[in-house]
């Protein structure tokens, strides 16, 4: 049943636009860049190789016109530049690429190899304040959001009759979307292995699940689970924190004082809270407080329509997923008789989403 939509003080056009409005975020992170911009951006990378660094970069800038919601070319302008040890223009670029997108590209711009001579550079100070005044852009303004897990793209199937250790390949990660604006925000990037998030009852913190592989054979299972605490007005992660496995079910409960992990591995159940430097500590049972979310090797739990809140009176809920030949689990927001459905084409859940068979 869902739930009461509550009519708040910004309905109609300014709820759930479409096409979304200006504002932080992206338009859509699930749509696939379109083929003329990926073929350019690709041609351009061999000519990179070349040296050939304004070549390049005309095809990168081409690629960048074709869809500009591409965003991968302007890390590689950036890059282009600091080989020719053009370091303030590189700046310049890794700067507007974070206002674009902080998330994912706040770790692209720090791992990228073909930056690491501007890291010892005096311009670095520049790029470590735009790291730190973006992150606090991209956490502002998330206690109406929808806090999600969303597949980016097609996960790597896990074949249903065979046992043994599959490594998790599913390309999951955690996204806000912004009912006022029809932006979305990436969260995390864990390598695609989220597995399940849960929002803390203060609304400024998310527990994030994520997992290695899946155990299949006589006994089933989790393992390689970590948790970590996202902190979102600064956009800061704690550091993992490593769950005793293989698990059959782990579950995020709230209580009064804080998110309480319920671990049970078959034959023991137990209770941890998410303490200091990545530890698990032990917490007193939460088996009557409410389960945000819920993962086992089927994946996350169905979530059921549930009040966002905000201006917009936003009720959010799973819907699909109903099986192995149906259509993936996609959310649902209303906003009034406005509808907006996430997760298409590859899957989106409150909690999570089911693993793929």
Same mark, same amino acid.
């Given at each position: ?9 910004? &309905? ?87 206002? %674009? ?27 470590? %304040?735009? &790291?730190?005044? *973006? ?15 969303? +597949? ?16 998790? #390949? ?14 979305? $925000? ?8 989220? /597995? ?7 609304? $400024? ?6 997992? !290695? ?35 059959? @079910?782990? !579950?995020?409960?709230?209580? /009064? ?6 671990? #049970?591995?078959? !034959? ?8 200091? #430097? ?13 389960? /945000? ?20 009176? @936003? ?9 192995? %030949? ?13 509808? +907006? ?9 409150? *909690? ?6």
């Amino acid at each position: 049943m869902i739930a009461p939509v509550v009519v708040g003080a910004v &309905l109609g056009a300014a709820c759930l636009p479409s096409p979304p409005a200006p504002g932080v975020g992206v338009a859509d992170p699930f749509r696939p860049p379109a083929p003329e911009a990926t073929q350019l951006n690709a041609d351009a990378k061999v000519v990179y190789r070349q040296g050939k660094w304004d070549d390049a970069r005309a095809k990168y800038r081409a690629a960048e016109e074709a869809d500009p919601e591409f965003l991968a070319p302007r890390l590689n302008i950036a890059c282009s530049f600091v080989r020719q040890e053009r370091f303030d223009e590189a700046v310049a670029e890794v700067r507007g690429l974070l206002d %674009r997108a902080y998330m994912p590209w706040s770790r692209e711009v720090l791992e990228a190899a073909d930056l690491g001579a501007l890291k010892v550079q005096p311009q670095m100070a520049e790029v470590k %304040r735009a &790291l730190a005044k *973006a992150a606090e852009a991209w956490g502002a303004g998330l206690e109406d959001a929808v806090i999600f897990v969303g +597949r980016l793209r097609e996960p790597l199937h896990i074949p249903p009759a065979s046992s043994g250790r599959f490594i998790l #390949n599913l390309h999951q990660e955690v996204f806000a979307y912004l009912p006022q604006t029809g932006r979305f $925000r990436q969260l995390t990037a864990e390598d695609g292995h989220v /597995l399940a998030v849960a929002r803390s009852s203060d609304r $400024r913190r998310l527990l994030v699940v994520t997992a !290695q592989t899946l155990i299949k054979g006589d006994k089933t299972g989790l393992d390689g689970v970590a948790v970590r605490e996202l902190t979102l007005s600064t956009m800061s992660l704690s550091p993992p924190a490593s769950v005793p496995g293989p698990l059959e @079910v782990l !579950q995020v409960h709230q209580t /009064l004082p804080g998110l309480v992990l319920e671990v #049970n591995d078959g !034959q023991t159940k137990r209770w941890f809270a998410l303490g200091n #430097n990545g530890t698990l500590v032990p917490a007193r049972s939460a088996e009557r407080d409410l389960v /945000l979310a819920s993962l086992s090797p089927s994946g996350a739990n169905f979530v059921q329509y549930r009040s966002i809140g905000g201006p917009c009176g @936003v009720v959010a809920g799973d819907s699909g997923g109903a099986g192995r %030949r149906g259509a993936p689990r996609v959310i649902e927001v209303r906003a009034g008789r406005q509808v +907006r459905t996430l997760g298409i084409p590859f899957g989106a859940g409150l *909690a999570g989403i089911p693993l793929p068979r």
